[in-house]
């Protein structure tokens, strides 16, 4: 009962190739109908060219024993031309076939790319810091784009193999209706043993993906300019390309069983089925000598089984190869259906241009999906307009995860977060997004142009390179870009041609003018002065202040000098608001601000 179960279910997968070719037609509508054309052609073309060979070997055959030779070389002349007109025209349908299957593949992958893409930058942020995530991308980017141009491929094949099956069973038939049954019993087992290949193959990759990947990251380790410095100053090179082939070993002695079982399976498969030629050889023969058939009549029967055989081959291949494929691209549709728990309300509340009442914590708590403990613990908190509001605490204590709640990359276990005493729930993520501006600790550095840096805070304003120059001035990042090679078209980093490389310092301030470029109701910066000098720091700060006069600014900072000057300072401690006020406040109650401020302070003495 189970094995039947098992084999419907694998014919429903067989069958499931309609939406891979959905897919296909979405990516390259043109180019489906072209190749279809060619089909047709490739698949009939084949039956005429062995047809007209027929007629020339019966009619030379005639010639050779005639004693008119003449008459009858001008009448196979008018055959050899046809024939030459049938080859022609089967070169060219191969050719153009060749050149529409390559350009339609290229467009498949860049179909395909672009679905992941859309997928990738729309996925919940949880999902980026879950092993299983990267498994199943790793998988989908390994395979999909490839596979999906394949399954193209077999759907082609199928469709040319059963047009051309179709002409030699009408031919086989007339000789005996056995060599159809040969013809097809033949080649069961190797089909079989393809199918059998194709799960393993499969099951394997995605068992090997997470071992795929360590591998990946070695190679990284490696050859990225990133840990260039370390890998020297530690020694840790040849560590690195140890465990690399060590691993790569492990798949490669992994992947050599299952090739070698395949290997057997396909000898057998091979063998019976040119069995099965010799079989029909012997029969032909014996009735060419009877002079049942003549010697036309003999060619044609031979090489027409022969290419029975490949065509049965192709189709059967094609078969498993959708089957195969199919399983493989169900990684993708498994990726691109992740569900997202971050999701838009289906009418979503418009976002007021400017900040009323400001943003309200309230009872919030929140624990990571893949984290063991609720890291913010009953948060209440405000956020009003014209404020600067700082969070100060020691390391880990949910000061980032705080921003994080605030921007929907995640959203509360508990409590609730208001806009303008609006739910943040009741707003599209995307559009709540738009009127915040965050610089995070591990802000991008993005290798492009000094421009595209600034202007990526805001894409609607690229253009406006007064407004680019304003922002680089108030983070202090003009100065030293007007000292660059090609000042604000200067490409950063080293991966490109003619790339400068910035000091950590100047990265930042680039990062900071991001964040002042974007017309944002609500700034926020974590961290952002820690590799500033203090004149910069100083600078960043009064703009920083400037900015918060018409709009909300927060900041997140372990330098307590720095946060002297905001309008209320919360003080957290794992996970929870301990202490709040102004810094005078905070001082006279001697609590963990007094503490630490006192602490910093001393080292200034
Ligand atoms: N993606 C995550 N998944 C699970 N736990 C996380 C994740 N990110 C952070 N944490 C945990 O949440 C807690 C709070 O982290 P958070 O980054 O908010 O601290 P922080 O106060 O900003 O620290 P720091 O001052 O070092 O930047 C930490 O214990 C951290 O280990």
């Known amino acids: 009962m ?30 489906t109908v072209a190749r279809t054309v060619l089909l047709f052609m490739q698949g009939l073309m084949p039956l005429l060219w062995f047809y007209i060979v027929k007629l020339i070997v019966d009619a030379t055959a005639a010639g050779v024993q005639a004693t008119n030779t003449d008459v009858t070389f001008n009448s196979v002349l008018g055959l050899l031309g046809m024939l030459g007109l049938v080859v022609v025209i089967m070169d060219l349908s191969d050719s153009a076939s060749e050149f529409v299957d390559e350009s339609q593949a290229l467009l ?53 193999g059963l047009i051309s099956l179709l002409a030699v069973a009408g031919v086989l038939l007339s000789l005996h209706w056995m060599f159809i049954v040969l013809l097809v ?109 003549t010697i036309g009549d003999y060619f044609l029967f031979y090489w027409v089984f022969r290419w029975g055989t490949a065509n049965l081959q192709l189709v059967l291949r094609s078969l498993v190869g959708l089957y195969e494929n199919n399983l493989f691209l169900s990684s993708l549709y498994e990726f691109l259906a992740l569900p997202s728990r971050v999701k838009a309300p289906l009418e979503p509340r418009a976002i007021a241009r400017s900040l009323q009442t400001g943003i309200e914590f309230e009872q919030v708590s929140f624990q990571y999906p893949t ?17 600067l509001v700082a969070l100060v605490g020691e390391n880990g204590v949910g000061k980032t995860t705080l921003i994080k709640l ?28 738009q009127a915040i501006s965050v610089v995070f600790q591990d802000y991008a550095h993005y290798d492009l142009t000094v421009r595209e840096n600034i202007a990526f805070g805001k894409l609607a304003f690229a253009d406006d390179t007064d407004r680019v120059v304003q922002a680089a001035k108030s983070s202090g990042a003009h100065a030293f870009i007007q000292n660059l090679p090609q000042q604000y078209e200067t490409v950063l980093g080293k991966r490109f041609d003619e790339g400068e490389e910035l000091s950590i310092g100047q990265w930042q301030k680039i990062a900071i003018a991001r964040a002042f470029f974007r017309d944002a109701q609500v700034i926020v910066l974590d961290e952002p002065t820690s590799a500033l000098d203090a004149k910069a720091e100083a600078e960043v700060f009064e703009q920083f202040r400037r900015l918060a006069d018409d709009r909300a600014a927060v900041m997140i900072s372990h330098r307590l000098s720095s946060v002297k000057k905001a309008d209320r300072i919360y ?31 001393q080292h200034y003495r």
């Open 406 to 433: 605030l921007c929907r990359l995640y959203d509360p276990t508990a409590g609730r977060i208001t806009w303008n005493g609006i739910n943040l729930r009741e707003f599209d993520p995307t559009e709540l997004r």
């Open 108 to 160: 498949v992958t860049n179909h395909i790319f672009a679905r992941l893409h859309g997928k990738a930058i729309s996925a919940d942020l949880e999902y980026y810091e879950n092993p299983e995530y990267y498994d199943t991308l790793h998988h989908t980017q390994k395979e999909a784009p490839a596979r999906t141009a394949l399954v193209l491929k077999d759907c082609v094949d199928l469709c040319r």
């Open 185 to 293: 019993v033949t080649k069961v087992p190797e089909v079989l043993a393809h199918l059998k290949y194709a799960r393993e193959v499969y099951r394997l990759g995605r068992q090997q993906a997470s071992t795929e990947r360590k591998a990946n990251y070695f190679n990284w380790l490696l050859t990225d300019g990133w840990h260039a410095k370390e890998n020297r100053l530690f020694a840790l090179g040849e560590g690195f390309m140890q465990r690399f082939q060590d691993l790569r070993q492990q798949l490669f002695r992994e992947r050599l069983a299952i090739l070698l079982k395949n290997f057997i399976r396909k000898f057998l498969g091979k063998v019976s089925g040119n069995l099965a030629g010799v079989a029909l050889l012997v029969y032909v023969t014996d009735r060419a000598f009877q002079g049942e058939i």
């Open 371 to 387: 984290g063991t403990r609720q890291c913010l613990e009953e948060i209440t908190l405000s956020i009003r307009p014209g404020e």
């Open 571 to 601: 003080v957290f401690d794992q996970g929870r608001i301990v202490e709040q006020g102004r810094h005078d406040e905070l001082i006279q109650q001697q609590g963990i601000y007094a503490r630490m401020f006192e602490m910093q302070a």
């Open 2 to 31: 189970q094995t039947v179960r098992a084999s419907i279910a694998k014919i429903q997968r067989l069958l499931s190739w309609g939406r891979v070719l959905r897919l296909v037609w979405q990516s390259s509508p043109q180019w």
